[in-house]
């Protein structure tokens, strides 16, 4: 029997790499096959990769243990439900809903039931924040999930969806729009002008607009690309972080979905500043369900000569696009972890210096940017730079797309001015008895009632589009603990204040539940919230402590002296 | 180098690799050194300097845990942060490049605190009681500890064990509870091994430093070179350790318990007892081992000897059967004195287990000869003869295991001790080595020869080997065609031909007549005149690897009939079981002292060596890859090919 399998994975290996390459980047596409085809990554399987890639079967595994949809014990169900965790989800009655789930299947979560149908599973983020709670079942998505709804949705399941009445898209729900998702430019017209445009005119356009990095790091992208057009190098790439793993963010999902093509035009552009042949964009693994359709959009591009050689008759200028699917790590969103997973790694930060724009993906000059920056850089090429820093503040340009969520009356996609500030933001959406406000998703900042006049941008409360409301009645040390949680999965796990620091910051969080931890200690964690701000490898480290920081500093009343809850 | 060597890519991760910086050559003129200033202190540097190196010029130490001289940067333990005026966020600075002006500080409040909470952090996770601990007193957790006045657990302490302890390889124990992730273990078993035993697993708080399938290290593919015990800044890698056992062999009255000593370890024995690196101690060695109460102390040179001349004469009969009888034989010969070297072959390239000389080790041989030759001659009953090996190496508890080392009837070695276990075994007996008194080594094998001696460094058993070879095969003196017979060209630890690599050739312009000892092998030499011997010299199983895909490709190292391999970084005196810390320049060192003991050896040639001519006289009567010596010198090789499951 072995043998056999053996033979057959062999077999398989040979056509996966003809099809991705015996490189080391091949291993990511080539796991999430497996996956898919065995629901588990055997021993056989990994050591069987390694040796088709020429590498160590330990550093196969630990490439499949990195990421969390890959499982490398335990066959999971032939259906995965993915229930969303975070914060918005679990505001929103994901903890009744699990337990729904598993009174249904008999099981519990991380387990699989007995014939082999269904595994539940704990998820982070989905990008479903304004439609909660979310869960994924394969590649389907459910929004709202409610408890009667739970028996009728796995009902459906076990006759595969035929004749299910759940819709196969889920809708996305714009509240605002503006001049960004209203722009009126015609198709590829962004493209054709930067086309005509000299590179370093397109480059002093993205100066002239301030255009910044939509992803929530806020570098000026008109530098970024300069250095990384400037860098010698016979290979260069354009990456698009479609790796939306933010808590209470999705406006790339929507942006994906809906502005696929001028997206895609961004990059187009900056690989003809660049001088880059090859783009990517990385999608997160939870958003799988919009590979196909990305996928058909690249395809119909090089038919129409809006990819491939010659771009629209502009002679020797050549630009591939592929897909590069991510499979369940929020770290990946860091822009070297990215690459570090593009190169068949495990998602972990690099050091920095040297930075991407020199030393990339397979340490090529990379520019890797957020799907809603390459939208911006491309409108601005089509309507100017004025068009795009008319609006904003003096330090935050332009409009900007976000994501509203939490207990507010119209949560959705919102596009607001930058500089707006959060009472202004709280009326727009209705959600004026708010006590306080996570700006910029779980690594960002928790912003109380008496601070709601502060201003939505880089210079104050800095957003990638992440805007967290919460009601009167949420408790906020569940809060911290949910955001804590979360980083305690979600670190990469290689420097140790990150690695270690947040696993303290939860256990403080559960010494105030049980109401045992005394103000000198709290002291203590928030020095220590402060060293891993300043000491942490990466963004995500860095951020890590900002929520527990922030809800510790402005709500000690709510959560000291607590008497432990009776179970 | 073949092309596919040449495009083929470091497999560490990217991370981890050294921060890529263009320096550019003539850096005078482009004015490329860059003016920083550390804690006050103005200094210039080159472009592409790391902080931490730059610190070092001015004496300024700055803590390191991830940090390894030997390996590439990782960046991960986070204890060496900087501040640098003008950022937000601490830098590390053994990953900062510096390449533009800077204002450093060492020891800002912010840089302190950092630094001690990460120190609180790891000790909050380290599991086990430092005076249970093989590395009391010479660990870097706990020495920065002390530095840093910790004298409370800030943020509690792991009461239960996590992960628990691997004992089941002969050669190398885990304890992950006491591991702090610093991920040298990964980078000295992919980058400098090419082996691939360890990588980090899982993620977050999860994140451990796993084996494939969580394998316990005795099912795994691991050559037991022990370089990841080396590189351990703490206790979590350590040595299988015998010496209880030994003790009991030495304490029961009715046993005679004999210790060999490999040439290495009297090269660095004395850095336990606060020596300087390369200060040798062979001679109070002997005294030493004779206080703890070892019947006898031989010398491993006089096998290395033996092997010499096995292994030689095994090479003049693969060269015969090529050029003179026209058989297919498998060249180059490889080697086959470490056994970590032996294991890699064993696993990774089992299709070239024909290359590998059949002569067993310098440690095996002696163990058998003493359990045969010298049972016989002293009349003691191999049954009651324990054998020790003093070595350098952690792989040679396994080899003296391997099923295929029982030849004499008996288990040829019992036990393989490292040097650091010896030197245990000696603070336990009260002796503080460098006060001891000199003596020699017993007889009948006591001759201590140059030619074993240098075994101890990568190329010596090389440079031994031409030196016998040669004056066989010509019946001139060496000493006309390399001053004091030294021979340069396969010292060191660097090679012209591909980093690691060294790389030789010596013509033999003309033969003379065949000695006795090996007349009944070849008529004459006169097939050898104007043949160019060709012969390599490689270290660390990375650079094997390297040697062995050049040869796959047809490079120039296939034109080669000898190749020397070693399983470790410097040859055996960067080996496994030697004193930690280990860096280039402490290996460095033990090299000069090897090199010094054999330029004031008497004995340099191992066909010189009288204990070993005295042998074949006497025991191995029909000679060099005689009959007997086939059977008790000689062994074969597993095919251990690559899987694990």
């Not at chain 2, 206790?235 to 029961?252: E, F, H, K, V, Y």
């Not at chain 2, 008194?437 to 990568?458: L, R």
């Not at chain 2, 010189?608 to 000679?623: H, R, S």
């Amino acid at each position: 029997m072995q043998v056999v399998e053996r033979e057959i994975l062999k077999k398989e290996l040979t056509e996966l790499i003809n099809k991705y390459g015996s490189e080391r980047s091949a291993l990511m596409p080539i796991l999430q096959f497996f996956q898919e085809k065995y629901r588990y990554l055997s021993g056989i399987i990994m050591q069987e990769t390694a040796h088709a890639l020429g590498i160590h079967p330990v550093e196969v595994e630990g490439v499949a243990s990195f990421y969390s949809f890959f499982k490398t014990e335990g066959k999971q169900g032939k259906y995965i439900i993915r229930l969303c965790q975070t914060i918005s989800c679990d505001l929103d009655g994901k903890s009744k809903v699990a337990r729904q789930l598993e009174n249904e299947l008999g099981i519990k979560f991380g387990e699989t039931t007995k014939d082999g149908m269904f595994t539940l599973e704990y998820t982070n983020c989905l990008g479903m924040c304004d439609q909660g709670p979310a869960m994924m079942i394969n590649d389907r998505l459910f929004s709202k999930v409610t408890l009667d709804k739970v028996s009728k949705v796995l009902a459906d399941c076990k006759k595969d969806f035929v004749k299910s009445d759940f819709p196969t898209v889920v809708p996305s729900d714009v509240k605002k729009s503006g001049p960004i998702l209203e722009h009126g430019v015609k198709p590829f017209e962004s493209l054709k002008t930067a086309l005509d445009m000299k590179r370093s005119d397109i480059i002093l356009a993205l100066r002239e607009a301030g255009l910044k990095g939509r992803g929530g790091a806020g570098f000026p992208t008109s530098i970024k690309w300069q250095l990384a057009a400037a860098a010698k190098a016979d290979e260069k790439y354009v990456v698009c972080n479609a790796d939306e793993g933010e808590p209470g963010t999705f406006k790339d999902r929507y942006l994906l979905y809906n502005h696929t093509d001028i997206m895609i035009d961004g990059m187009t552009i900056a690989a003809y500043v660049l001088g880059a042949k090859q783009g990517y964009i990385y999608l997160r693994g939870e958003y799988r369900y919009m590979k196909e359709y990305l996928k058909e959009a690249i395809a119909k591009r090089k038919e129409s000569n809006l990819l491939g050689d010659n771009i629209l008759g502009k002679e020797g200028f050549t630009f591939n696009l592929e897909m590069r699917m991510g499979a369940g790590a929020y770290v990946c969103g860091e822009e070297t972890a990215l690459i570090e997973s593009m190169e068949g790694e495990r998602g972990e930060p690099r050091n920095r210096p040297p930075f991407p724009v020199d030393t990339g993906f397979n340490q090529k000059p990379t520019a890797v940017n957020n799907v809603e920056t390459f939208i911006d850089a491309a409108l601005i090429c089509a309507k100017g730079a004025k068009w795009f820093s008319n609006i904003g503040s003096d330090k935050s340009k332009g409009s900007k797309i976000f994501s509203i969520s939490g207990s507010c009356k119209n949560p959705g996609i919102y596009e607001l001015p930058y500089g707006i500030t959060i009472n202004e933001l709280l009326k727009e959406i209705g959600g004026e008895d708010a006590k306080a406000v996570q700006v910029g998703g779980a690594g960002g900042q928790c912003v109380p009632r008496n601070e709601f006049d502060r201003v939505i941008g880089y210079e104050d409360a800095s957003s990638g589009g992440s805007i967290i409301v919460f009601g009167p009645d949420v408790d906020m040390l569940k809060v911290a603990k949910n955001f804590m949680e979360f980083f305690v999965e979600e670190s990469c796990g290689q420097c140790t204040p990150c690695r270690d620091g947040n696993p303290k910051l939860l256990e403080g969080i559960e010494m105030l539940e049980e109401g045992r931890c005394s103000y000198s200690y709290l002291e203590e964690l928030l020095k220590l919230g402060e060293t891993m701000q300043i000491s942490s490898k990466c963004g995500l480290g860095q951020s890590s402590p900002n929520a527990f920081v922030s809800i510790v500093k402005n709500f000690q009343s709510e959560i000291l002296g607590r008497v432990p809850e009776k179970v | 180098m073949s092309e596919k060597l040449l495009n083929s890519k470091s497999r560490a991760p990217k991370s981890t690799t050294p921060s890529k910086v263009n320096i550019p050559t003539n850096l005078e003129a482009l004015g490329a050194l860059i003016k920083i200033s550390i804690d006050g202190n103005d200094l210039k540097v080159p472009m592409g300097t790391t902080i931490l190196a730059a610190a070092k010029t001015l004496g300024i130490t700055i803590p390191t845990l991830c940090h390894h001289e030997d390996l590439c940067v990782a960046g991960v333990c986070r204890i060496c942060v900087v501040e640098i005026e003008g950022m937000r966020n601490l830098q590390a600075a053994c990953a900062f490049p510096i390449t533009s002006p800077l204002t450093i500080f060492t020891h800002t409040r912010k840089v302190r605190q950092a630094r001690r909470h990460t120190l609180d952090l790891l000790l909050s996770n380290h599991y086990g009681e430092c005076y249970s601990c093989v590395r009391n007193n010479n660990c870097e957790l706990q020495a920065l500890a002390k530095e840093y006045g910790v004298d409370f657990y800030r943020f509690g302490h792991i009461e239960k064990p996590k992960r628990g302890q691997d004992n089941s390889s002969y050669a190398i124990t885990r304890d992950m509870d006491k591991c702090i992730l610093c991920r040298r273990c990964i980078r000295t078993c992919v980058d400098l091994q090419e082996v691939g035993v360890y990588d980090a697993l899982s993620r977050g708080d999860d994140t451990y430093i796993g084996t494939f399938m969580d394998s316990a290290m005795s099912d795994l593919i691991c050559i037991n070179c022990g370089q990841c015990i080396n590189r351990c800044p703490t206790g979590a890698l350590r040595a299988n350790d015998p010496s209880d056992t030994i003790w009991d062999a030495i304490d029961n009255p009715k046993k005679h318990v004999i210790i060999q000593t490999a040439p290495a370890p009297r090269s660095a024995i004395g850095e336990c007892f606060g020596l300087e690196p390369g200060t040798p101690m062979t001679f109070e060695m002997n005294t030493a081992m004779r206080y703890c109460g070892f019947d006898k102390v031989f010398d491993t040179n006089f096998s290395a000897d033996l092997t010499i001349i096995e292994e030689g004469t095994e090479l003049v009969l693969r060269l015969y059967k090529a050029l003179v009888l026209k058989e297919d034989v498998a060249l180059p010969q490889y080697t086959s004195c470490s056994p970590g070297w032996v294991k890699y072959l064993e696993h990774f390239y089992p299709e070239m287990i024909p290359n590998l000389s059949s002569a067993k080790s310098p440690q095996q041989m002696f163990g058998s000869v003493i359990k045969t030759y010298y049972a016989e001659q002293n009349n003691i009953d191999p049954a009651d003869i324990v054998t020790v090996a003093l070595m350098p190496c952690t792989a040679k508890k396994f080899e003296c295991n391997r099923p295929e080392m029982y030849d004499s009837g008996f288990k040829d070695v019992d036990f393989g001790l490292t040097t650091r276990e010896m030197a245990q075994m000696f603070k336990e007996a009260g002796i503080d080595l460098p006060a001891m008194k000199k003596s020699d080594f017993d007889d009948p094998f006591g001759t201590m020869t140059g030619s074993g001696i240098i075994f101890g460094a990568t190329g010596g058993v090389m440079e031994s080997a031409i030196r016998t070879v040669y004056e066989l095969v010509t019946g001139k003196r060496i000493d006309d065609l390399f001053e004091h017979a030294n021979i340069i060209p396969v010292r060191g630890f660097d090679g012209e031909h591909f980093e690691g690599v060294k790389y030789a050739e010596l013509t033999f312009d003309e033969v003379g007549p065949v000695p006795a000892i090996l007349a009944h092998l070849v008529p004459n030499w006169d097939w050898l005149k104007g043949v160019t011997l060709k012969v390599g010299v490689a270290h660390g199983t990375a650079n094997a690897k390297k040697v062995i895909e050049d040869i796959k490709a047809g490079g120039k190292m296939s034109e080669c009939h000898f190749i020397e391999f070693m399983g470790c970084p410097g040859g055996c005196l960067g080996g496994g079981g030697m004193p930690i810390p280990t860096d280039e320049k402490i290996r460095a060192a033990r090299a000069r002292a090897i090199y010094a003991e054999d330029e004031s050896s008497e004995v340099r040639k191992s066909y010189e060596n009288p204990a070993v001519l005295k042998l074949y006289t006497e025991f191995f009567t029909d000679g060099p890859c005689g009959h007997k010596s086939h059977k008790l010198l000689h062994t074969n090789y597993v095919n251990r090919g690559k899987k694990v499951v």
